[in-house]
């Protein structure tokens, strides 16, 4: 299938290309930009006046719920949501039933992933053998399986011998370790951040330091092992103050936020908004804040979804007992680009937090328009304006704090290895 994608902005974050020029894609890469080759004939043209043309969006963590909760959503089901987001690669963490700390397993889930000629799946691997935190796995068969890092998930892992073993191991061959900082007893039975609001409402809290705590001893243990560490969903001021000290120190960290916490924050609870029970739980307005400065200074590497879809029955229960989590592939580009508004930044460096910067930290040659690449395209008008309605989104999930919210930026067109997986 040769494909023209003729008249659009195309924005290639990773070189700053921002211009309007046609696109041409052949064999599932980009054959041209600008002119076309010589010997080129179109089956389809695709006419994207007026509209963006970015890399496919590249997700840090993604939840698609199989094995073990199908119940909660369906490979199928998150697939067609990735694609309709403009995700054409995405992570998935490795907190499945069970968790993905068998070789087979992952091969299972790479094998069904690619059935359905849509998003590319990158799984994590468990970092320690049923998620336990007591014996490492086997990551060298892990990787040969697929997997691209090593992750406890939001699984506690409160025994840093063990960890630092783990880094060690890691560290000695060049596996990335993914690190969600909680410290799991300062953080137990607590539902929501230790503000005016959870006093307010009598709910459970978790301290800041949860995190502070438990991300001071993983920078310590990444600078005695050199192990390479992605933090993964940071949600205060004082974590990005730490990242931010650390990486002028040289240390080897990257880190990410979810749009959530971008946009979210305490306030938004309201009254028992079980759609805002999530994890990390939404923080202050003063840690928000901090945030959208740590994206926006390169602190923060890459906003991602933690797309984490619930099935209704757990959400409608009252707010300390309902099941955390929000879906968001959808609602990532649409996000990314309010935040980029309102920061009063350009397109192109916006884009860059979840196009090539995600990318990179994943190592894999995704996030980047240029001739001989993977075409896999995100085609978006950024002028269409449209309101979340749960109901509408094509996860299972349909548990978002953002129903209701009116967005700008639609995706019209996402192309997969040159094919169009999407069209809305």
């Keep these: ?169 890691a560290s000695t061959f060049g596996y990335p370790v993914w690190l969600r900082p909680r410290d799991a007893a300062l953080a137990r039975d607590g539902v929501a951040h230790d503000g005016q609001v959870a006093t307010r409402l009598g709910l459970a809290p978790i301290p800041a330091i949860a995190e502070t705590i438990a991300l001071s001893t993983i920078l310590l243990l990444v600078r005695e092992t050199g192990a390479k560490v992605h933090l993964c969903r940071l949600s205060t001021a004082d974590g990005v103050d730490m990242v931010r000290q650390a990486k002028s120190l040289g240390i080897n960290v990257t880190c990410d936020v979810s749009a959530n916490h971008v946009h979210l924050s305490e306030m938004d609870i309201g009254y028992f908004d079980s759609n805002c029970h999530l994890v990390p739980p939404l923080r202050s307005i003063r840690d928000r804040e901090a945030l959208r400065r740590g994206v926006q200074d390169g602190t923060v590497d890459a906003i991602c979804s933690d797309h984490t879809p619930v099935d209704e029955d757990a959400k409608q229960l009252p707010f300390g007992e309902s099941e955390p989590g929000a879906t968001g592939l959808e609602l990532l580009l649409a996000l990314t680009l309010k935040w980029g508004g309102e920061a009063k930044i350009p397109l192109a460096t916006a884009l860059a937090k979840v196009t090539n910067e995600p990318a990179r930290i994943l190592g894999i040659h995704a996030g980047a328009i240029a001739a001989g690449a993977s075409a896999d395209l995100c085609v978006f008008d950024p002028h269409a304006r449209w309101s979340v309605e749960p109901a509408k989104l094509k996860s299972q999930g349909k548990n978002t704090p953002f129903a209701g919210y009116e967005m700008n930026a639609k995706v019209r067109f996402t192309l997969v290895e040159g094919h169009v997986v999407y069209e809305g």
């Design 1 to 169: 299938m040769k494909i023209q994608i003729k008249g659009g902005r195309v924005i290639d974050p990773g070189s700053a290309s921002d211009k309007v020029q046609d696109v041409f894609i052949a064999a599932g890469k980009v054959v041209a930009l600008g002119n076309a080759p010589g010997d080129f004939h179109a089956n389809r043209v695709i006419d994207a006046t007026g509209m963006v043309v970015c890399p496919g969006l590249v997700d840090l963590s993604a939840r698609l719920r199989e094995p073990g909760y199908e119940y909660k959503a369906t490979l199928e089901s998150e697939m067609a949501a990735a694609v309709a987001g403009g995700v054409t690669s995405l992570v998935c963490p490795p907190d499945t039933d069970p968790p993905l700390d068998e070789p087979g397993l992952v091969e299972m889930l790479k094998h069904r992933a690619r059935s359905l000629n849509q998003a590319h799946v990158y799984p994590i691997g468990a970092l320690t053998q049923g998620l336990k935190g007591e014996r490492i796995t086997e990551m060298a068969e892990l990787l040969d399986a697929g997997c691209v890092a090593f992750s406890q998930a939001d699984m506690p892992l409160n025994d840093n011998q063990v960890l630092l073993r783990a880094m060690q191991y």
